[in-house]
């Protein structure tokens, strides 16, 4: 007698153990919302077999090789530094250091292109997406996240007093934008997107702003714990469609 096998196999990282691999330190309190993005991107990524991915500005997180543990990742970022990270010593990662506007591949050499948190960073995003759809194959995928319309810091004005101002903020972390909606994106892209999540919602935002605070490192976690329950609580309740700061995007080259 033949039996049959009923396990399904799966190319992407099944949720639970892809959350377990947060790389921000403290994940469970001042990286929390580093796990709300991981879920939203788990949510749009396709779990099909891509065995050559780009990740472009993956810099030291090494997201892209927890999400698809069996591809070949190409990393590449402006910062020759990265290249030591842990993340892009891995036997399956190859570490580029490069520019996003100026991709040193030929054309429709990879299965997938991911630009997680990269595009508020670039000044000239049109030709960064150019690229990213030059060298990516027909039929193949084209992963995002970004800020969304509702992105601003503090989100609340209450929170004004222990955070610094959203000016500071986009400056220390290098955006030239503040984000995109998804027609913006649309444009920018011309294609039909396939999927989106959305991430960091209103509920949850208020241990992200806590996170990126003025306050001490001690007051951050302990304000972070005592947001727990309701962070919890919200991040559970979130639907991918729902409200949120920030948006996953899932996209296919024709």
């Not at 100026?102 to 995003?125: G, I, R």
């Not at 995928?141 to 601003?152: D, G, K, V, Y």
């Not at 947001?227 to 899932?250: F, K």
Request: with cysteine; glycine share 4%; proline share 7%.
């Amino acid at each position: 007698m033949v039996t049959l096998s009923t396990k399904t196999h799966h190319f992407k990282q099944p949720l639970k153990e892809f959350l377990a691999s947060n790389p921000f330190p403290e994940p469970l309190t001042l990286g929390f919302f580093y796990r709300e993005k991981m879920r939203a991107i788990h949510h749009i990524a396709p779990d099909q077999e891509l065995p050559k991915i780009l990740e472009v500005g993956g810099g030291q997180s090494g997201l892209t090789s927890l999400l698809y543990p069996q591809a070949k990742i190409t990393n590449i970022d402006f910062n020759p530094e990265y290249a030591k990270a842990p993340c892009n010593q891995q036997e399956q990662v190859s570490f580029v250091c490069g520019d996003a506007t100026d991709l040193p591949f030929a054309d429709a050499s990879f299965d997938a292109v991911t630009m997680f948190d990269l595009l508020e960073h670039v000044p000239d995003d049109q030709k960064a997406i150019s690229e990213a759809l030059r060298v990516l194959r027909p039929q193949g995928f084209l992963l995002i996240s970004t800020p969304n319309e509702n992105w601003r810091f503090p989100y609340y004005k209450f929170m004004q007093s222990i955070c610094p101002s959203e000016a500071e903020v986009m400056a220390e972390w290098g955006h030239v934008r503040r984000g995109y909606t998804l027609a913006e994106l649309q444009d920018l892209i011309n294609l039909p997107y396939k999927k989106s999540a959305t991430f960091i919602n209103p509920l949850t935002v208020l241990n992200h702003d806590v996170a990126f605070s003025k306050l001490s490192h001690r007051q951050r976690r302990i304000l972070c714990k005592l947001l727990s329950p309701l962070t919890w609580v919200s991040y559970y309740l979130h639907q991918p469609q729902r409200l949120g700061t920030e948006t996953a995007s899932l996209w296919q080259k024709e």
